[in-house]
């Protein structure tokens, strides 16, 4: 385990269907970040979150909507998917503000999603 | 556009020297970090250079030279369990961070 723990761990879902990602980090990190890491692509940010904040959405399609209750949980929920959406979803935590990164993210390791 | 390129993949032996590159096209400049990720794993930090020049951590070093817009992991005495992608990634223009699509670090017995 890294500190950040996702849930759950492989997910498959219809198109209609509606589900949700959740991430956790026992580091008392103040940022947290969504990424989507498909093959051959390099890991494409998502959202960012500063101090509970969301500070950045990297032009995501509003089919994925991000939750943060507090600095230490962060959901992305999931509904009316794409086949194309299939990929792994990262979670990341730093310390800093995502000023500081990308140095010293912690990741966890992902929620392996099928949209069929 | 702003972008990272890095080979898809390096294939050494146990025991050798293996270098992978990376270089960078942004308009601003943050620093370059390096990450490992295992099959099924997560990535974890490997390493970071904001300034030029060589970092030593153990087996892994890394090397930037905002210059040539150029940077490089170097890992020393090759361990099986060295097989994993490693990703380059930088913060420029913008804040935006930016990712390389990894290199695939194959090591033969």
């Known amino acids: 385990e890294t500190g950040v723990t996702q849930t759950p761990r492989h997910l498959v879902m219809g198109m209609t269907n509606k589900k949700s990602l959740k991430c956790e980090q026992h580091?008392?990190?103040?940022?947290m970040y969504w990424y989507k890491q498909s093959a051959k692509k390099p890991l494409e940010l998502m959202f960012v979150?500063?101090?509970?904040?969301?500070?950045e959405n990297n032009s995501v399609p509003s089919r994925f909507s991000p939750e943060c209750p507090n600095s230490s949980h962060l959901f992305l929920h999931l509904h009316t998917l794409q086949p194309e959406d299939s990929a792994l979803y990262l979670c990341?935590?730093?310390?800093?503000?995502?000023?500081?990164?990308?140095?010293?993210?912690?990741f966890g390791s992902g929620t392996r999603l099928t949209v069929v | 556009g702003q972008s990272l390129e890095q080979p898809s993949e390096v294939t050494a032996v146990e025991g050798a020297i293996v270098q992978i590159n990376c270089t960078y096209q942004?308009?601003?400049?943050?620093?370059l970090s390096w990450y490992q990720q295992h099959d099924g794993g997560a990535p974890t930090f490997l390493s970071y250079?904001?300034?030029?020049g060589l970092e030593e951590t153990g087996r892994f070093s890394s090397f930037l030279s905002r210059s040539d817009s150029y940077g490089y992991l170097l890992l020393q005495e090759l361990q099986m369990k060295d097989s994993a992608s490693y990703f380059c990634?930088?913060?420029?223009?913008?804040?935006?961070?930016?990712f390389g699509k990894g290199t695939r670090l194959h090591i033969l017995p």
């Open positions: 580091l008392g990190h103040n940022a």
């Open positions: 990341a935590s730093s310390q800093a503000g995502p000023q500081q990164a990308p140095r010293g993210y912690t």
């Open positions: 942004t308009s601003g400049f943050y620093g």
């Open positions: 979150y500063n101090f509970k904040e969301q500070t």
């Open positions: 250079n904001a300034l030029d």
């Open positions: 990634a930088v913060r420029g223009r913008d804040d935006k961070i930016i």
